[in-house]
């Protein structure tokens, strides 16, 4: 029956292997996992999966302006994932984001000077000087990509050159610290996710977004057409299974001009990622290694 197959077919997928038949007396085919993962430093004393087809590493500590304090091994780790899903390069990261500019007085990382899309930052709680926070954010994290990763062994290696295409997903959460106080503070939020995706963007880097719709909504609001926010795609997260990932992706994005690429989902208290990419037919069930894409 149709509602068995689809059972079957979704427990497969669960479990990260789908076995295409094979006739009589030949060699059963397993094809390889399209499961991907998002690690980082909760995940440092952890054993990893092996059947990763692509993995996404936290390049931060918890907040905007730490190190994840295993990015080279959790890189290492992701670079031996299978790369099974095309859409999805097998090695990405991710980092925290955030706006301390309410409290500025509290912290020794609110920018003093500077000039850009929204005027002269002059220390003030202002769109110009949230938007050369995030752009010091970004530069910070490409240091420590640089600084951590440079020196490790083959493909592995991230330099200079190795940061054109290197896929960057800017994490939004409302446990990180934002402004709250209203339309203004929606508007100094999206201008520090500006300033770091502008600078990831002029490294080379092929920069996304990760939330939720509601804490998006909460952080950013709207994204107007000439903001350098609004063509990225979204990465959603809120999903407790893979059928919710699956329909997650049929959500609107989180900017109008991108498109959801990537839905994660929990297991076992280990992040799981879909690529939206993968082809699914009319009752959201996989497509079958050898099947017609």
Do not use: F, K
Not at 18 to 25: C, I, Q, R, Y
Not at 44 to 50: G, K, N, Q
Not at 139 to 157: F, I, N, Q
Not at 189 to 211: C, F, P, Q
């Amino acid at each position: 029956m149709r509602s068995t197959r689809r059972a079957a077919l979704t427990l497969a997928t669960a479990l990260g292997v789908l076995a295409v038949a094979s006739p009589a007396g030949a060699a059963e085919v397993t094809a390889p996992s399209t499961v991907g993962y998002d690690v980082s430093y909760p995940q440092c004393d952890t054993e990893l999966p092996d059947d990763a087809a692509y993995a996404v590493i936290g390049v931060n500590g918890g907040i905007a302006t730490t190190e994840n304090p295993c990015l080279a091994d959790q890189w290492e780790w992701a670079h031996r994932s299978s790369g099974a899903v095309s859409a999805q390069p097998r090695a990405q990261l991710y980092v925290n984001t955030a706006n301390p500019g309410e409290v500025r007085e509290q912290v020794s990382t609110w920018p003093r000077s500077g000039v850009n899309r929204y005027g002269v930052c002059d220390g003030e709680n202002s769109a110009a000087c949230s938007y050369e926070y995030g752009v010091d954010r970004a530069e910070d994290d490409v240091r420590m990509v640089l600084d951590t990763l440079g020196d490790l062994p083959g493909d592995a290696a991230v330099t200079d050159a190795d940061l054109a295409g290197l896929r960057w997903w800017l994490d939004v959460e409302t446990m990180n610290t934002w402004q709250t106080d209203g339309t203004q503070a929606r508007r100094n939020n999206r201008a520090t996710l500006e300033g770091m995706a502008d600078h990831l963007t002029s490294v080379g880097g092929e920069v996304g977004l990760y939330s939720t719709g509601y804490q998006w909504g909460r952080i950013v609001g709207d994204v107007p057409r000439w903001s350098s926010l609004y063509d990225l795609d979204s990465w959603l997260a809120g999903a407790q299974s893979w059928v919710g990932a699956v329909d997650n992706c049929r959500d609107e994005p989180l900017v109008g001009g991108g498109q959801v690429v990537l839905t994660q989902y929990v297991v076992d208290d280990l992040d799981h990622d879909h690529s939206c990419a993968l082809p699914q037919d009319d009752g959201g069930a996989p497509w079958t290694p050898g099947a017609p894409r």
